[in-house]
T-cell receptor, first 111, second 112 residues
Framework: AQTVTQSQPEMSVQEAETVTLSCTYD???????LFWYKQPPSRQMILVIR??????QNATENRFSVNFQKAAKSFSLKISDSQLGDAAMYFC????????FGAGTRLTVKP | NAGVTQTPKFQVLKTGQSMTLQCAQD?????MSWYRQDPGMGLRLIHY???????DQGEVPNGYNVSRSTTEDFPLRLLSAAPSQTSVYFC???????????FGSGTQLSVL
């Protein structure tokens, strides 16, 4: 079964600085998709960014980018120019037939 | 467009009671799933379905049943509630594997 591991339960960043959240996964499949979701206190799940495993180019969405290392099964999220509104739980997710999530990283942004 | 509608939003049960969490989507998504969210454990997949008449187990299926008689509806049944099932439950739906999931607003369930 596929597993997703987020080894950082909590992270903190200064406003306007850059932070990287780690994610690793375990799979024997070659075709899959990876996602980062943000969950603010409202409990709403918000898609931040997605990556297709067959694409070598790292995905980018404005201040959010990923470092996808397929051989290492690593999928980290970089948030640049951190803003107070970025404070939330961040979940890494793997999808092939179903979607599995990591345990999450709680990001605090200090003013 | 309502998206994913999940009811109820809150529920308190006594140990041993049964209940059904309702989930409906109006986006004609083939994929639907149920997750439970517990502190420090992220979202864990309970059951999922890739189309009407097809269901499969996720990571933590014990104590839960599902059925998918229509594309729109995917109810989750708790057969005999236990305190360990106290959690926040999310229903989600999606189209292809490359697409994001759409989530319901969640159900806060407490089992006493």
């Amino acid at each position: 079964a596929q597993t997703v591991t987020q080894s950082q339960p909590e992270m903190s960043v200064q406003e306007a600085e850059t932070v990287t959240l780690s994610c690793t996964y375990d799979t024997s499949e070659s075709d899959y998709y990876l996602f980062w979701y943000k969950q603010p206190p409202s409990r709403q799940m918000i898609l931040v960014i997605r990556q297709e495993a067959y694409k070598q180019q790292n995905a980018t969405e404005n201040r959010f980018s990923v470092n996808f290392q397929k051989a290492a099964k690593s999928f980290s999220l970089k948030i640049s120019d951190s803003q107070l509104g970025d404070a939330a739980m961040y979940f890494c997710a793997y999808r092939s037939n179903d979607m599995r999530f990591g345990a999450g990283t709680r990001l605090t942004v200090k003013p | 467009n309502a998206g994913v509608t999940q009811t109820p939003k809150f529920q308190v049960l006594k140990t041993g009671q049964s209940m059904t969490l309702q989930c409906a989507q109006d986006m004609n998504h083939e994929y639907m799933s149920w997750y439970r969210q517990d502190p420090g454990m992220g979202l864990r997949l309970i059951h999922y379905s890739v189309g009407a008449g097809i269901t499969d187990q996720g990571e933590v299926p014990n104590g839960y049943n599902v059925s998918r008689s229509t594309t729109e509806d995917f109810p989750l049944r708790l057969l005999s509630a236990a305190p360990s099932q106290t959690s926040v439950y999310f229903c989600a739906s999606g189209q292809g594997a490359s697409e994001k999931l759409f989530f319901g607003s969640g159900t806060q369930l407490s089992v006493l």
